[in-house]
Every structure is written in structure tokens, then in C-alpha cells.
């Protein structure tokens, strides 16, 4: 399959401790791998739009607050079909401003630019402070996440 | 919430959608008058001016460029303009026509990016755009188009779209080569298509009969509709330079909020489309003037609702102004002046796609920062956001709670406040009793 198929968008702010996460795995994945286009950082799931247009593959990886402990890898598929209004909903959104993920993708498919599948790799987070540096935990889970998200790249190129 | 017929009541809205940041919005009516209107923000907002205490004048574009994912160009740029008069440096005309191309690509996806996504559903009966999209595509699809017009110029000249990375102080790390400048002709033209047609989609919207008394601040550049600087100017006769400005121009705290609040000579005043419109369309090229005559905007727009149409109509001037400069580009060389720190203070003005951004750094002699200050749109337009939602709730006293909260909303969304740039995430909230 072409390189092109696969985005990997991370979203955060690097001054914001744990919310630098995204940006920090999609860099060093695009660093690492020639098959994936990092289109991040981004600071919105709306900043999505008109850069993962009929992606094959997107993987959106940002930081949560879920309650699990911190460091915590979860992967999720974001998924119209199974998806409600709930927690993914407002994944990603900072903002007000802000369309969740899903949004994002409800918009884009009714313009016809959505990517084949969407995953969002998530770690959690517990410092957000504008400012502060990145705690222990989620620095030590940066292994597991780019794991994480050349695990879904890999298989997505099996799939091909 | 109680109806209108009750003489005593609070209004509470909290979390009002498609406005930049988190903040609250409280009304509070006594004896079927109101008594407060005030929308706070919680968060402090002052922490990156402490950020950049300590740090090389050098790294203030870059640093300033994360306060808001939508204008990172305009906190750039105005912080460029700013270390460049602290510092007595001089960039070559060529510099500066591609910061004002690269500042056309930041307006024109932040213009589109409101008129379609945050503001047109208010006039359309959408709960949002994901809503508009699945009733309207091909709409929103135009909208999507202009967007990706815009992130296209601000990839090309500065290397990405979302906080670009080839802006420094004095210029550019690398000048884009002439022909990938060039290939953005075409889009260009088709963005101005599409701003064409978005003037005439949003001219059709039915608007509130509104008429404000605003005291507009603008920039005024010699002989061009501003944008990249010039010299702050108002509705009421001021014609100052920005260091003038920045000392007029008073922020305050107020105890329920973590932003500060401006007051020029100790009034409050509206920068953003509304007022470069009415100080500046005369200086609109003929595309942009004739939209605007042909959707029924007068010389003066006071009309706050009718900001979507002023904002289309720059649209139609940011795509325009992108196509003279690309065909006049040549590659600036050096790609940047030689920056050299000396102690000094420095003040740069810009006109931000939300309004007029000012920032002001002093720097010692080794180019370390000493104080900065920051002046966002926001912050300097929340006074006259108050005075249009006590208007509004003044003039709504008989609407049910919900409809009083959505319309105080969209009171909101006509000045598209960027609250993250003032405060980093404002939460709205409007209440009522």
C-alpha cells in the first residue's frame, strides 16, 4: 500500500506537560518509520479536517483523563457505528470551539473525506499545567505507545 | 430558568459551543431589569508573558505561536515586529509582502473556519456543523475548500500549517523557491471563487435588526487594507503609533476573572472585522468592495450579527491580496536580517483574523526578555461582548430560558472570541433569575 495511506496526527500543546504526548510520539514515529505522514501536531480534532482525507488508516494519539492510572495506553477505534454521544465524543476537545473526534469524523464522512478506519491511542495523563514538564509516568509510557501505534500500523499493512 | 414573567430571575449558561476556549457567561436580572452581565474566565491567563521572562528574544515566535491553534501566524508575526523595533532591526520589503502572504493563508482558514464551522449554524437552525454538514455537504464542503486553501499558503511559506516552523525575527529560516509560490495561483483563484460565494450565501442569512454604537479600534497601513501592521486608529478620531497605543490602551483585572480587560482612555472599544471594515473598506480592492456593495453591507457595519458577512467579504480580500502577492514574489536574500540583540523595548502591532494584537517585550543586552506584555483581541474586545449581551438580554427578557441562553450565545460567536488567546480555555456561561 502507499505510505500515503496512514496519518498520524498527535494532539496536545508541548508547553502543557502530559499533553505533549501526541505531538511527542507522532514525531518520533515519523522520525522512525517512512511509512506513516505525521499531519500533526494538531491543537483540535477540527484541525483533522482536510488532513486525513481518505486516509486508509488514520491514528490520532493524545493525551486523557479517564481515571485510570497514569501512563496508561488505551486504544480505541473511532467508530460511527458503535460510537454514541459519549466519552469519545469529546475526545480531544480543549475547547468550546471544539468538535470531538467522532464530530470530526461524522463531519467528514458527510463530505465524503473521511479515512477508511480511525484509532485513537490514548495515554493517560494527570499534569496538564501550562508550563509544566512531562511527569515520570507518561514519559515512561512513551515506548508503549509508539508500540501501540506501529502495532495498528503494521496490521493495517497485512490488511493491504 | 423562569419566563418572562417573573421580574426576578438569574440566567446561568455554562459551556457556550463553538467559541474558543472555556469560559461562563452570567445575566443577572432584578425587578425585570438587568442588574450584571459579566462572562468570566477562570483560568489564568498571564502564564506565558512569565514563560517568556528569561527566555532569548529569539524564541518568542516560536513560544507565542502556542497560545492558539487557530492565529499562531499573527502571535508570530506580531511578536517579530515587536523584537525587530526593540532591537533596531530593519527587514527588506520582500520579507515583509511574504509575512503579509503567509498572514492571508492564516486569515482565510480562520475565516472559513468560522463563517462555516462555528457561526453559519446560528443562522441556519444547527445545533453545530456537524449538523449543517450532513443537511448541507457540498456547503460545507466549499467551506472545507477554503480552509485547505489556506493551510496550503501557510504550509508553503511557513513549512506547516499549525504552528508554522520558518518564521524567526528578521525574516525566514529559508525562502520558498518562486515556483511553489507560484502553484498557489490557482487555488488562490478558486478561493476567491468560493469567498464570492460565500458572500453571496451568507448576504441571504436573515439578520437581528441591530444597530450598536461601537468605538472601533483598528490598524491603518498606508494605502492597504492593514493586516501585517501599521498604526492603530479608532471610530473617535485616534491616530496613534502602537508604542502610544500600548500606553492608552489600560488592561485590568476584574475579581471574577483570571483575563484581563481593556479600556482605551478608560472606555471600552471593539477591534476584529467590524471595525477594520468600518475604518478600512475604502482600501478593500475593487473584488472585496463590490462583494460587499452587492451583499448590502454599508460603508460602516453595525450590525454585530452581520460580522459573518464582513468576514466573508475579508475572505474575498484575503484570496485576493494572496494572488498580487504571489505574482509579485520574488525570494527574499537573505531569507532574513541579521538579528542581533541590543537592549531596548519593542512593540508590534498586527491585525489578527479576531482583531488587533499587540505585543510589547523589553530586552537586555545579551537578547534575554525581560517583561513581556501580550494584548490578545479577545481581552480587548470583552467589555463590548458584555455590552452586546446586556443589550441582547435586555431586548430578550421575554424569551424562554433556552432561547435567551442561545441567543446570548450567538451574541458571543459574532466576535468569534478567542478566549484560549485571553485565557486559555473559557468556559461560557450565561445565568439568569
Redesign the interface.
Same mark, same amino acid.
Given at each position: 500500500m502507499s505510505a500515503r495511506d496512514i496519518v498520524v496526527a498527535g494532539l496536545g500543546?508541548?508547553?502543557r506537560g502530559d499533553d505533549a504526548i501526541g505531538p511527542m510520539v507522532a514525531g518520533l514515529l515519523a522520525m522512525t518509520s517512512c511509512s506513516v505522514r505525521d499531519v /500533526?501536531? #494538531? =491543537?483540535?480534532p #477540527?484541525?483533522l #479536517?482536510?488532513r486525513f482525507d481518505g486516509a486508509d488508516l488514520a491514528v490520532v494519539i493524545d493525551a486523557v483523563r479517564s481515571g485510570a492510572p497514569s501512563g496508561s495506553v488505551h486504544v480505541l477505534d473511532v467508530d460511527l457505528a458503535s460510537s454514541s454521544d459519549g466519552e469519545l465524543d469529546q475526545a480531544g476537545v480543549?475547547?468550546?470551539?471544539g468538535?470531538g473526534l467522532v @464530530?470530526v469524523l461524522? #463531519?467528514a464522512t =458527510?463530505? /465524503?473525506?473521511a479515512p477508511r478506519r480511525m484509532v485513537l491511542v490514548a495515554v493517560e495523563g494527570t499534569v496538564f499545567e501550562? @508550563?509544566a514538564t512531562m511527569s515520570d509516568e507518561v514519559r515512561a509510557a512513551v515506548p508503549k505507545a509508539l508500540q501501540a501505534v506501529t502495532a495498528l500500523i503494521e496490521g493495517n499493512e497485512q490488511c493491504a | 430558568m423562569t419566563h418572562g414573567a417573573n421580574r426576578n430571575r438569574t440566567v446561568s449558561a455554562e459551556g457556550v459551543a463553538r467559541v474558543e476556549g472555556e469560559g461562563s457567561l452570567r445575566v443577572v436580572v432584578h425587578d425585570g431589569t438587568v442588574s450584571d452581565v459579566s462572562l468570566d474566565i477562570f483560568e489564568p491567563p498571564r502564564y506565558f508573558e512569565a514563560m517568556l521572562v528569561g527566555r532569548h528574544f529569539s524564541e518568542a515566535p516560536d513560544i507565542t505561536a502556542r497560545i492558539c491553534g487557530i492565529c499562531p501566524v499573527a502571535y508570530q508575526l506580531t511578536a517579530c515586529s515587536a523584537m525587530e523595533d526593540a532591537a533596531g532591526i530593519v527587514v527588506s520589503d520582500r520579507v515583509q509582502r511574504l509575512r503579509r502572504l503567509l498572514y492571508c493563508g492564516e486569515w482565510i482558514q480562520s475565516h472559513a473556519l468560522h463563517v462555516y464551522l462555528l457561526h453559519a449554524p446560528d443562522f441556519l437552525n444547527c445545533q453545530d456543523a456537524v449538523e449543517l454538514a450532513e443537511r448541507e455537504p457540498g456547503v460545507i464542503e466549499r467551506g472545507l475548500a477554503l480552509k485547505r486553501t489556506g493551510n496550503l499558503i501557510m504550509e508553503t511559506v511557513g513549512g506547516r500549517s499549525i504552528h508554522p516552523v520558518n518564521v524567526r525575527v528578521g525574516g525566514f529560516y529559508s525562502a520558498p523557491e518562486a515556483t511553489a509560490i507560484a502553484a498557489l495561483k490557482v487555488p488562490l483563484e478558486r478561493a476567491r471563487d468560493e469567498a464570492l460565494a460565500t458572500v453571496r450565501w451568507v448576504a441571504g442569512f436573515d439578520f437581528p435588526d441591530v444597530n450598536a454604537s461601537y468605538r472601533f479600534v483598528a490598524l491603518r497601513q498606508d494605502g492597504r487594507y492593514a493586516i501585517d501592521g501599521g498604526r492603530p486608529i479608532s471610530s473617535d478620531g485616534l491616530d496613534v503609533t502602537p508604542q502610544h497605543f500600548s500606553e492608552l490602551s489600560v488592561e485590568e483585572h476584574v475579581a471574577r476573572s483570571t483575563a484581563l480587560h481593556a479600556r482605551l482612555d478608560g472606555r471600552s472599544y471593539l477591534t476584529g472585522p467590524l471595525a477594520r471594515y468600518s475604518l478600512n473598506q475604502h482600501l478593500l480592492p475593487d473584488v472585496a468592495r463590490e462583494a460587499a456593495r452587492d451583499a448590502g453591507l454599508a460603508d460602516t457595519c453595525v450590525n454585530p450579527f452581520q460580522s459573518i458577512v464582513v468576514r466573508a467579504v475579508e475572505l474575498v480580500f484575503a484570496c485576493d491580496e494572496g494572488l498580487r502577492l504571489v505574482a509579485e514574489y520574488e525570494p527574499p536574500a537573505p531569507a532574513a536580517a541579521e538579528a542581533v540583540a541590543r537592549a531596548g523595548t519593542g512593540t508590534g502591532v498586527t491585525e489578527a483574523p479576531r482583531g488587533l494584537l499587540l505585543h510589547q517585550y523589553e530586552i537586555d543586552g545579551e537578547g534575554n526578555i525581560v517583561r513581556a506584555r501580550i494584548m490578545p483581541p479577545t481581552s480587548q474586545n470583552q467589555l463590548t461582548i458584555e455590552e452586546d449581551l446586556r443589550r441582547v438580554v435586555e431586548g430578550g427578557l421575554d424569551l424562554n430560558d433556552d432561547d435567551l441562553r442561545w441567543r446570548c450565545e450567538q451574541a458571543v460567536r459574532n466576535h468569534d472570541p478567542c478566549i484560549s488567546c485571553a485565557a486559555h480555555f473559557l468556559d461560557l456561561k450565561v445565568e439568569r433569575s
Open positions: 500543546n508541548v508547553y /500533526g501536531p #494538531l =491543537a483540535e #477540527l484541525d #479536517l482536510g480543549t475547547s468550546t470551539h468538535i @464530530g461524522r #463531519l =458527510a463530505v /465524503g473525506r501550562l @508550563g | -
